[in-house]
């Protein structure tokens, strides 16, 4: 089994920043890819950002530039920086890992732009 936990979410101001950590724990293979999705209320869960264990990245058009998706392999963690945050980036944010067909998430953590 595989947990992930969540950390760093909050209220902010637009224009401020977060970061977002996630750390996964069990039995996880190597190679795999690592992400945040959000899902705001009444929409889809949506891809935010995604990194392979490779350090490949990739990026919801809506944040390239202002959020960056880093992790560390030896610590099974990955994060998320957001910076320049918009009132619509509020939303409930999911850390997921995957490989061959193994998918897990994280319970979420929010955050919420506002003044």
């Known amino acids: 089994q595989v947990r992930l936990v969540e950390s760093g979410g909050g209220l902010v101001q637009p224009g401020g920043s977060l970061r977002l950590s996630c750390a996964a724990s069990?039995?996880?293979?190597?190679?795999?890819?690592m992400g945040w999705y959000r899902q705001a209320p009444g929409k889809q869960r949506e891809l935010v950002a995604g990194?392979?264990?490779?350090?490949?990245?990739n990026y919801a058009d809506s944040v390239k530039g202002r959020f960056t998706v880093s992790r560390d392999n030896a610590k099974n963690s990955v994060y998320l920086q957001m910076n320049s945050l918009k009132p619509e980036a509020t939303a409930v944010y999911y850390c997921n890992i995957r490989w061959s067909r193994a998918d897990y998430w994280g319970q979420g953590t929010q955050v919420t732009v506002s003044s």
């Open positions: 069990g039995s996880i293979f190597s190679s795999n890819i």
């Open positions: 990194i392979t264990s490779a350090s490949i990245t």
